[in-house]
């Protein structure tokens, strides 16, 4: 059955520090991988997606995330993180190989700190 | 920037009613636009994607008939809760792309969201 996990609930990183947010999927066919980012007082914002090609997706804001295929992950990172990267950020994938339709599943979020 | 406008950004009303949520692209044309769903415990679900001029395209286990999409524009699309129950009371948000497909490299702009809370 298709799902997302994302293992963290939160995520605390000092500013300036790299941080990584996990995510892990499980499709039947080959996926749609999506990053979002709900901040406090802008919304809900997309990140970045892959859909196929480099395994390596660069996105908004200096984030950018790793397709592991053999490890089923598409986990987000950044170099250096911001204060103002604190915020929600989900993990999705959207099955294409699901018979009757797509489907696109969200993780449960993970909350990120950075602390100055 | 690109900005979606969404609206109301809150409305209450009585069960069985139906109630309509707008959504503009101000300063681009949106030729897909897309309804998001948020639970109070903050998960989030893709119910439609819609193309101007044409039909939704409706996410598994979303139901076309309660779910109502209308894309007639560029810059409009609506979303309609029919007979909406305090069940269908959650956070609905839209966002815009300036292009079709999935395969697309245009940003997604979403709007501030609206909070439907039925009694």
């Known amino acids: 059955a298709q799902s997302v996990a994302q293992p963290e609930d939160q995520v605390n990183v000092a500013e300036g520090n790299p941080l990584t947010v996990k995510c892990t999927y499980s499709?039947?066919?080959?996926?749609?991988l999506f990053w979002y980012v709900q901040y406090p007082n802008r919304g809900l914002q997309f990140l970045l997606k892959?859909?196929?090609?480099?395994?390596l997706v660069k996105g908004s804001y200096g984030f950018e995330a790793e397709f592991n295929k053999s490890q089923t992950s598409f986990h987000l990172k950044k170099p250096s993180a911001l204060v103002s990267d604190s915020a929600l950020y989900f993990c999705?994938?959207?099955?294409?190989?699901?018979?009757?339709?797509?489907?696109?599943?969200f993780g449960a979020g993970t909350r990120l700190f950075v602390k100055a | 920037g690109a900005v979606v406008s969404q609206h109301p950004s809150w409305v209450i009303c009585k069960s069985g009613t139906s109630v309509k949520i707008e959504c503009r692209s101000l300063d681009f044309q949106a030729t897909t636009m897309f309804w998001y769903r948020q639970f109070p415990k903050q998960s989030l679900m893709l119910m439609a994607t819609s193309n101007e001029g044409s039909k939704a395209t409706y996410e598994q286990g979303v139901e076309k008939d309660k779910f109502l999409i209308n894309h007639a524009s560029l810059t409009l699309s609506t979303l309609t809760v029919t007979s909406a129950h305090p069940e269908d009371s959650s956070f609905y948000i839209c966002?815009?792309?300036?292009?079709?497909?999935?395969?697309?490299?245009?940003?997604?702009?979403f709007g501030d969201g609206t909070r439907l809370s039925i009694l």
């Open positions: 499709v039947s066919g080959n996926p749609y």
């Open positions: 892959y859909i196929t090609g480099d395994n």
């Open positions: 999705a994938v959207r099955d294409l190989n699901r018979a009757g339709g797509f489907k696109t599943i």
């Open positions: 966002s815009a792309s300036e292009r079709t497909g999935g395969n697309s490299n245009q940003p997604q702009h």
